[in-house]
C-alpha cells in the first residue's frame, strides 16, 4: 500500500520534501469495516493549509500522517453492513491506494455512475461550494454583474455559469488567453480578463461598464486589488478562498490599506462574507444535488476535468494546481488504466 505521509511542513511553497511516498502492507478490514481501494483522489486548494500547523477551520494532518483528501474508491472487501464488494464509494481516504473504513464520511455513489470522478468536482464539494456561496452570499439578481476569478477551475467555472442562468453578466479572471478563450467561447461567460496582463486593472473596468454587484473571492491578491474600485454600493463579497496567499509566509510590503478597506465597506455598504461550505451550508447538499443533476443533464453546466495518472505524480500535481498550472479541475487516477 503506497501512501503520502506529511514529511514536513512547507514553509513557502511546498516542495518535493514536504511529502514522502512510504509503502506499509495491505491493511485488513475487521468486523464492522470495509477495504477500500482508491481509484480517484482529488487534489484541493484547501490541502495546502492542511500541511501547516497554523490555526484554521479544521485541525492540520500531523507530521508521518497520511495526507488528507477526498477520494472515489472500490469496496474490495466488507464486513460492514450496507456495503457490498464491487460498490463504489465517495471518502475522505486520503493519499494512498488503500484505505480501511467504517463507513464514516463515506456516501455511496451506486454501482455504474455515468462520471465516478465528478463526485469530487462538480457533483461535489467544488460544485456544491460554488453554488451555495453564490446563491445563498452573493445572492445575485438578474442584470447585476458578477466577478469570478479562478475562472475555469471547478468552483470559479460553476459560479459563472450559474451566474448566466440566473441572467447576470459574468466576468471572468484567468491566468492566460487560453483559458481566458475557454471561459467565453465555452462556458458562456460575457468577458474574461487576463490577470498577468500588466493593463489588468484598466481590462477589468472596461469589462465592467456597470460596476461589479457582486464579486466571487477565490483569489485574493492583485486581482482584489482591480476589483475593489469597481464595487457598486451593496455589492456582495462571497469570501470563499485566497490561493494567491496559500504559500505567502509574510504580509505583502507597502502601504498599509486596512481603513481605506474600512472606509469602502463602510460608504457603499459592501458585504464580505467568509463561509467553510460544510460547516454553514451541509444542510442544502440535496438541494444543490438536485438542481446541479439537472442543470447537467439539460447541458447547462459544463464541465472540465484534468486528470492526471499515478499517485506517485500527486504532489508535483498538487504543486502545480498552486501555481495555476491546472486547467480545470485536478484529479489523481490512483491506478493507471
Ligand atoms: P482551482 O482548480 O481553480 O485552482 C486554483 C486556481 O487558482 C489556479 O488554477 C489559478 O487559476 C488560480 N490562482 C492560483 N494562484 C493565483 C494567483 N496568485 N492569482 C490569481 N489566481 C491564482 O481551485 P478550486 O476551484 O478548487 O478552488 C477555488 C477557490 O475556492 C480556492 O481559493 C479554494 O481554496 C476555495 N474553496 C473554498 C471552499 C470553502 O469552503 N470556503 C471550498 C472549496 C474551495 P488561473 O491560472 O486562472 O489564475
Known amino acids: 500500500n503506497r501512501q503520502w505521509i506529511l514529511a514536513e511542513r512547507p514553509i513557502g511553497e511546498p516542495t518535493d520534501q514536504t511529502l514522502k511516498l512510504v509503502e506499509s502492507p495491505l491493511p485488513v478490514a475487521g468486523p464492522g469495516e470495509m477495504l477500500l481501494r482508491i481509484e480517484y483522489l ?21 507530521i508521518g500522517e497520511v495526507m488528507t483528501g477526498g477520494t472515489v474508491a472500490r469496496v474490495i472487501a466488507s ?41 469530487l468536482g462538480i457533483l461535489g464539494m467544488p460544485g456544491f461550494t460554488a453554488w451555495a456561496g453564490l446563491t445563498r452570499i452573493g445572492e445575485p439578481k438578474a442584470g447585476e454583474t458578477i466577478a469570478v476569478a479562478a475562472a475555469t477551475g471547478p468552483v470559479g467555472a460553476t459560479v459563472g455559469q450559474i451566474g448566466k442562468i440566473l441572467g447576470c453578466r459574468v466576468v471572468g479572471i484567468a491566468g492566460g488567453p487560453e483559458k481566458c478563450a475557454y471561459a467565453v467561447e465555452e462556458l458562456g461567460f460575457d468577458a474574461c480578463i487576463d490577470h498577468k496582463s500588466p493593463d489588468f486593472a484598466e481590462l477589468l473596468a472596461k469589462a465592467c461598464p456597470d460596476g461589479i454587484d457582486v464579486y466571487y473571492e477565490n483569489v485574493g491578491g492583485k486581482v482584489l486589488d482591480g476589483v475593489l474600485p469597481l464595487l457598486n454600493p451593496n455589492a456582495r463579497v462571497p469570501v470563499c478562498g485566497i490561493i494567491s ?16 478597506l474600512m472606509a469602502q465597506i463602510l460608504r457603499k455598504k459592501l458585504k464580505f462574507q467568509g463561509f467553510i461550505i460544510f460547516d454553514d451550508f451541509g444542510h442544502l447538499y440535496p438541494e444543490f444535488a438536485a438542481q446541479m443533476s439537472g442543470w447537467i443533464e439539460s447541458g447547462k453546466i459544463r464541465y472540465r476535468e484534468e486528470i492526471i495518472d499515478g499517485l506517485e505524480n500527486a504532489p508535483r500535481a498538487f504543486i502545480g494546481l498552486l501555481r495555476g498550472e491546472n486547467f480545470g479541475k485536478r484529479v489523481i487516477r490512483v491506478r493507471p488504466a
Not at 42 to 62: E, I
Request: aromatic share 10%; glycine share 8%.
Open 79 to 119: 464486513q460492514l453492513d450496507g456495503f457490498e464488494v464491487g460498490d463504489l464509494v465517495l471518502s475522505r481516504s486520503g493519499w494512498q491506494d488503500y484505505a480501511v473504513s467504517d463507513g464514516t464520511e463515506v456516501a455511496k455513489l451506486g454501482k455504474a455512475p455515468a462520471h465516478p470522478s465528478w463526485s
Open 245 to 260: 496567499q496559500y504559500n505567502a509566509t509574510s504580509l505583502p510590503e507597502g502601504p498599509d490599506r486596512l481603513n481605506w
Open 42 to 62: 482529488s487534489l484541493d486548494p484547501y490541502m495546502r493549509g492542511r500541511m501547516s500547523d497554523a490555526p484554521s477551520y479544521a485541525p492540520p494532518v500531523q
